[in-house]
């Protein structure tokens, strides 16, 4: 997580976790990451998942959990079909 003085904009911040996924803020948007689409987060620590970083305007990295997204895989989640590494089996995302 990038610390910021006051009065600047943050580039990107864990804002809540919840049983159901977390919240993020990047780029001056929210975005909910839900267990289900995104498994990886699932059983990791409150601090694994807040060391979160925004390179180049639009790489999300986590270090610790080696996971990496980009911002448009967020925005369009349709083009970026998910596959979990513990299953094996390809995801689909419900439609709400």
Do not use: C
């Amino acid at each position: 997580m990038k610390s910021s003085k006051r009065g600047e904009d943050i580039s990107v911040s864990v804002e809540n976790i919840t049983p159901f996924g977390i919240w993020l803020f990047a780029n001056k948007k929210e975005y909910f990451l839900s267990y289900q689409d995104y498994p990886y987060f699932r059983e990791r620590t409150l601090n694994e998942i807040q060391k979160v970083q925004l390179l180049h305007g639009y790489h999300l990295y986590w270090p610790e959990l080696d996971v990496d997204l980009e911002i448009d895989n967020l925005e369009n989640p349709e083009k970026y079909p998910l596959k979990d590494k513990v299953s094996g089996r390809l995801r689909q995302r419900v439609k709400a």
